[in-house]
């Protein structure tokens, strides 16, 4: 059955599930404040780089199941569900999370709400948000109680949205349980689909459900973390990171994912998520608790430093005026997201040591030229690679991964490559006369 939603919010999240929504038959309308975003939206332009994305986007922008607004009125007129998708960045000069714009999400569309409506929000906020935003719902509504707030985070990965959001692995609903009303039958019926599939669902509290996303990122992180605080003494013995990660990998209890190690994590979500998660658990009392996330958090930043001081060393001791190449601005493969990238920061401290920096992105030159315009970007990896002294490999895309060392042998002034992501084959380029550095590897 198709639902009229709306989603407030088009940026990496809201944008993607606008168009997720539509796909699953669902007539959506979403709603930013940024006009000119909502203008290249509306005329089927994805204003990031998201595989899969545009396709989906233009084909419901054209069958009209999908358009895009600046006007909040619109939104609540037309509209039964709302989801609120906007951004929580980190506090500028703080660890806590931004609620300057769920807050004003709310702030704009309760007060319009003149029918019943359910709002559910995806945004990753700080526990106990949700209980404060239905009661304020319920306030700023004309409907009153008939405005219902649950909360339904979201777990979509950039680069692999599309099919995140069409075919989550699980679904997850906090409810007020002395207030439940016609949320979770809503819900149902939003993804019913996904539940025909038979979806797992988890249907529970409101802090609950706020809780499960920031753990599930700092899990994530601190899965990651181990990894690196592991390949650290990998590096001091010896021995191999990632043989290691493959044996521990094969416990079933400990999976392989997660365990690659290597310059660590970035983006929008992890190491904000981490730092908000122990922001607020210092301002419930329990900060004790999350003590290790500033270890993960330190082991993370270490990760960026180390392979600063790796150059360094393999250029005999002087960055000033050697010749550089990093592969890889994004925070990861498949993205242009440059926020919190390990790559960037690497190309940016290394070009403020005084070394001659050339960075290639794929798709992360234009984002990263706006945080780094001093950098020199090449329009190619040959391009970044010719005549350098060294090069390493910060994110690991495919175009990076096939390339091949006799052929860029040939570009360098010198064969040294540090490969930041351990996703190079190591053997195909030591043959080949490379000078090979993986991380927490036998040749670090
Ligand atoms: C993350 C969560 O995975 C997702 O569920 C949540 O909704 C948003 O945050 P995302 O930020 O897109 O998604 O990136 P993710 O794929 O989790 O990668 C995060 C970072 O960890 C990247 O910088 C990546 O390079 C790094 N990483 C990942 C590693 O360093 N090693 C690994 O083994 C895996």
Known sequence: MSERLSVIGTGYLGATHAAGMAELGHEVIGLDIDAEKIERLSRGEVP???????ELLRKHVDSG??????????????????????????????????????DAAIESLAPLLTRPAIILGKSTVPV????????RVRELAPVGDEAQLGWNPEFLREGFAVEDTLRPDRLVLGVDPANPGRIEEVARRVYAQALARE???VVTDLATAELVKVSANAFLATKISFINAVAEVCEATGADVKDLADA??????IGRKFLGAGLGFGGGCLPKDIRAFMARAGELGVDEALTFLREVDNV??????????????ELGGKLADAKIAVLGAAFKPDSDDV?????????????????HVRVHDPEGMAN???????????????DAVRDADLIIVATEWKQFRALDPNVVGELVAHKRIIDGRNCLPAEEWIAAGWDYRGLGRHSA
């Open 48 to 54: 990031f780089y998201e595989p899969g994305l545009p």
């Open 65 to 102: 199941r999908l358009r895009f607004t600046t006007d909040v009125r619109e939104v609540a007129e037309f509209a039964d569900v709302h989801f609120i998708g906007v951004g929580t960045p980190q506090l500028k000069g703080g660890y806590g999370a931004d609620m300057s714009y769920v």
């Open 128 to 135: 106990g948000t949700a209980a404060r935003l239905a009661e």
């Open 199 to 201: 979806t797992p669902i």
């Open 248 to 253: 521990i990998g094969y416990d079933e209890r």
């Open 300 to 313: 993370n930043r270490r990760r960026r430093q180390h392979v600063v001081q790796m150059a360094e060393r």
């Open 339 to 355: 926020r919190d990238s390990p790559a960037l920061d690497v190309a940016g401290q290394l070009h403020l040591a005084g070394a």
């Open 368 to 382: 990263a030229a706006k945080v780094w315009p001093t950098l020199d970007f090449a329009d190619s990896p040959e």
